[in-house]
């Protein structure tokens, strides 16, 4: 499901061989909430609705999508409000105290509200079922506190429901949760997998589904509720912060151009499932940290503008007088966790084939390349590269990033939350169910270069 450039599909042509690097409710509820009535806290009964209906806005500016993307259209925001999630929003004290999660999960609501990302927002809370809400009723639950919670919710009839009333084409559903995966059998819980997997699906495969997962930590004022029935509940909690999370699910283009517009501006951790990215703009540079003897190969190179320089052509190279070449990568187009620098020194990978060219650093754009007047200024990490060997022909070189699961996700994981902790029960294996749904997993991008001997 990633952007795979044409360069993959001309390697047969080429003739060349090359390795790869290494409180619950049932699914009847579900299809009943149409007839569902809740009257919430101004009073007036409201509808749960069916599926929204996807509507074009006209003159609705979109986030950078890539060809063919279908501008974002809806954002259906569905809030938790069982009792696992009371501890997040406490009622307000007499002091006016509140936590990260109502600061945060607030201003979330408002700018979701006012975007112009897509002109059709819902708010849902979801109790025994989603209930359709006003944002100003949802608003002030988040601020006020939850005033009559849900004893449970069971996440793989959520995921059903989204699947099932609420995907769309150009629609994001947008899942605000703990996301405690507590079933009332404790003989499930090797299945989580499984079972999130079959909620994606049992509605019918959707091809072009993604997921973005952002995780985040809040204070909790409350009772703490473990997903391990047996270990009881905890009150006066917590002396830790606890972590919530928001799902961001529905077509690739959809929850790419959401995330981009309403998530990408605060940290966060995130792990994404299935969506797709345009390539980046990028070019090797030949002004900025070079060494040895080369020079750019490309077809009018003197006359060009240099940013997308692909091809490299080295005139001596030994180990004595090795070659050196940055290639500048503008990465702002893709999520904050394909930027962390960490990330890319491990999941960047150098390929070539018949030279011993290797990524010898990777780094991100500083003050002082962003005011250079050189074309590094346009750059928002680079990748510097070496090679000590002149290369006997022109032969292929990419430059690939791994779509690997960050370390975050294991150490939020954990098998027993009977103590309360910033982990989360079974994180893993929701996340594995996500995964599943991707098929063959594929790189976030692949940049194709040339290396050649001088002519």
């Known amino acids: 499901m990633r952007h795979l450039p044409s360069f993959s599909r001309l390697l047969p042509a080429l003739g060349l061989a090359l390795a790869l690097l290494p409180g619950c409710y049932s699914r009847s509820d579900m299809k009943s909430e149409e007839g569902a009535v809740e009257v919430p806290q101004d009073g007036t009964p409201t ?28 954002v259906n925001v569905f809030l938790e409000v069982s009792g696992s999630m009371e501890g997040f929003m406490p009622k307000t004290g007499v002091g006016g105290e509140n936590t990260k999660f109502q600061q945060h999960v607030a201003q979330f ?5 006012r975007s112009t990302a897509a002109r059709q927002k819902t708010f849902y809370r979801i109790k025994e079922r989603p209930y359709k809400d006003s944002y100003p009723a949802i608003s002030g639950t988040v601020r006020n506190g939850i005033q009559q919670p849900a004893k449970s919710t069971d996440i793989p009839s959520v995921l059903d429901t989204l699947m099932t009333n609420y ?24 299945y989580i ?14 091809s072009d589904l993604a997921v973005s997962v952002y995780g985040y930590t809040s204070d909790f004022r409350g009772t703490y509720y473990p997903a391990l ?37 605060q940290p966060a951790k995130q792990v994404h499932f299935g969506v797709t990215y345009p390539q980046p703009v990028y070019s090797a540079l030949n002004k900025f940290q070079n060494k040895g003897s080369w020079y750019y190969g490309d077809a ?35 999520p904050g966790q394909y930027r962390d620098v960490a990330y890319l020194k491990q999941n960047l990978k150098l390929q070539g084939v018949d030279t011993d060219a290797k990524l010898l650093d990777v780094f991100a754009a500083t003050s002082q390349t962003k005011a250079s007047s050189g074309p590094e200024s346009r750059f928002t990490h680079f990748a510097k590269v070496g090679l000590t060997r002149q290369p006997k022909a022109a032969r292929p070189l990419v430059l690939r990033l791994q779509d690997q699961r960050p370390a ?18 079974a994180l893993s294996s929701l996340l594995d169910g996500l995964e599943q749904q991707e098929g063959e997993k594929r790189p976030i991008f692949e940049l194709p270069m040339t290396l050649q001997p001088a002519e």
Do not use: H, M
Request: proline share 9%; aromatic share 8%.
């Open 193 to 206: 997998k499984t079972d999130i997997a079959d909620a994606l699906a049992r509605s019918g495969q959707k």
């Open 229 to 265: 029935k047996a270990a009881g509940k905890k009150t006066n909690c917590c002396d830790t912060e606890i972590p919530y999370y928001i799902w961001v699910v529905g077509p690739a283009s959809a929850v790419r151009q959401f995330d981009a517009a309403l998530l990408e501006q």
């Open 47 to 74: 509808e749960a609705p069916g599926a929204v209906p996807a509507r074009t806005p006209e003159g609705t500016p979109t986030p950078a999508a890539g060809p063919n993307a279908q501008p974002l259209q809806a």
């Open 300 to 334: 009018g190179a003197s006359k060009r503008t240099a940013d997308t320089y692909r091809v490299i052509s080295v005139a001596e190279a030994s180990a004595q007088q090795p070659v050196e070449f940055v290639v500048g990568l503008d990465l702002s187009g893709l």
């Open 109 to 113: 609501l408002s700018e979701v509200n």
């Open 408 to 425: 975050w996700v294991a150490q939020w994981t954990t098998k027993n939350d009977a103590t309360p902790a910033p982990k989360t029960f």
């Open 167 to 190: 995907y769309r084409p150009g629609t994001v559903s947008v899942l605000i949760s703990d996301f405690i995966y507590s079933p009332k059998n404790a003989g499930a819980i090797p």
